[in-house]
């Protein structure tokens, strides 16, 4: 069967979602294809920090109603190294922003609440993409399964916002992208924990023994991390050696780690990978399918929401004007944030963890970064500017596509 729509969505994540209920404010329609049963979807386990960039983003889509009511506000963010911590006074460096901590679940289930309620065949579920195909011309068409059936789903563009593993990024030629990798050589193990959390900010920690995170996802449930060898798995950290480990690596004089039942664990690889172009006719990649940072940072749900923002953008622009300028320079503008970003989360992650790969001057080196962080308010503004989320001028301006390939539409 086919059937039209005018952006063909395919993944049902935070970027595809927000595009979503964005273009639904302006009147344009589309339809989200999602692989995933909805449970799994609103299921998952992912980042729980919001800049303030993404939450203004969420706002416009009229999707902060419960963010507002549950959102835990933070103005600043503490750094340790051996135990000694350092506060950095993100309100203070940045002149007012924020973060906000409130989980990538219950963003997507927000979002999926307000699709779901203002139209019900706006997301299709168990539906998986299979094919794009007509991305040189005027109509593209993603062919899907959905409920034992092949569908044609006929749209004017197509949103590739389905991971690192999905099909949009396979529809690009190969011959003309570019990827840049980079893994590195341990993975974070992260537990929910039915506890409430022993800070009032997020605990960013190098230790001898390596990194640790202590984050939370509301007053009463507690996120936290260790770093672990890339060989680890689950059997190798029973409840005990975890909480010993955070213990150890979070610990400083006067301060008690709060213990509880653990709810979940898992094990997730570090890595850095970026993809260009994000573009390739009327197909525009946004999100984990273009490019991932490793969560030191705290990046990539809040790169996936800037991409969208900027895609969004230049949709609005094409609809209302027939303008195709932001969308020729898509690819050149989301790239100059992304590089960025790419920059923060891999200083953050080298200065913060034990790499048994390097030497005994690297790990000065590592002292030496914390130390200067320390004592000077400029580079601890550095470091906020960034936290916080940089400034939206930093997609915008770009007046050509100097990566990807340049396409003129037509309304």
Known sequence: MNHHTQVGIIGAGPSGLLLAQLLHTQGINSVVLENRPRQRVESRQR????EQNTVDRLRQ???????????????GVILSYNGHRHRIDLAHLTGGSRVTIYAQTEVVKDLIQLRLHE??????????????????????????????????????????????????RQAIPAHLTTTYDKVYPYCWLGILAKVPPSTDELIYAYHDRGFALHSMRSPEISRLYVQCDVTDTLDDWPDERIWAELQLRLGTAGWTLAEGPILEKTITPMRSFVSE??????????????????????KGLNMAVADT??????????YQAGSSLELDAYTAGCMRRVWRVQEFSNFMTDMLHRDSTKSSFDAHLQASRFNQLVNSEAASTVIAENYVGLAASWATGVTGSEHGQSTTFHA
């Open 119 to 168: 139209d019900e065949q706006s997301i299709l579920f168990e539906a998986e993409a299979t094919a794009i195909d007509g991305l040189d011309g005027y109509a593209p068409a993603i062919h899907y399964t959905h409920q034992g059936e092949n569908h044609t789903l006929i749209c004017d563009f197509v949103a590739g916002c389905d991971g690192f593993h999905g099909i949009a």
């Open 47 to 50: 980042a729980g920090l919001l």
């Open 277 to 298: 172009p994000m573009q390739f006719g009327r197909l525009f990649l946004a999100g984990d399918s273009a490019h991932i940072v490793p969560p030191t940072g705290a």
């Open 61 to 75: 889509a009229g999707a902060t109603d419960r963010l507002d009511r549950e959102g835990l506000v933070h103005d």
């Open 309 to 318: 923002g900027y895609l969004f953008d230049a949709l609005m622009r094409w």
